[in-house]
């Protein structure tokens, strides 16, 4: 017994030139499904209704807030700068993007949270 006789006897061998086997498509088993009665995937995910993301609307509000307001001034006005080409060679806004984002996190964390269910 060689060894490759003794692994195939656990392995399956697949020829790359054996014809494929059809697999039935994904609507006639849909089809089939809604002919037997049962409710298919598209109606179930029809009924489920997903609550509105309120993270982005509390980030907003947070960052116009009096706490983070000069941040956010700050960080905009950096990013015109960059933009328009006034910065020094290499220069990015990423300091003042971590300080606008440090202190809308700490305002939206605790407003966030309490209205999680």
Partial sequence: ?????FFSSFLNTVHGDAPEEK???DKTIEEEVVEAGEPSKESEEEEEVEAEDVHPIIMEECKN???CASLTRHFE???EKVQSGQ???G???V????SMMHCADACAAPKLFSKLK
Avoid at 1 to 5: H, N
């Fill in 1 to 5: 017994m060689s060894v490759t006789s």
């Fill in 23 to 25: 697999q039935p498509d």
């Fill in 65 to 67: 807030s009096a706490a």
């Fill in 77 to 79: 006005h950096c990013q």
């Fill in 87 to 89: 910065g020094f060679k």
């Fill in 91 to 93: 220069e990015d806004c």
């Fill in 95 to 98: 300091e003042e993007l971590y």
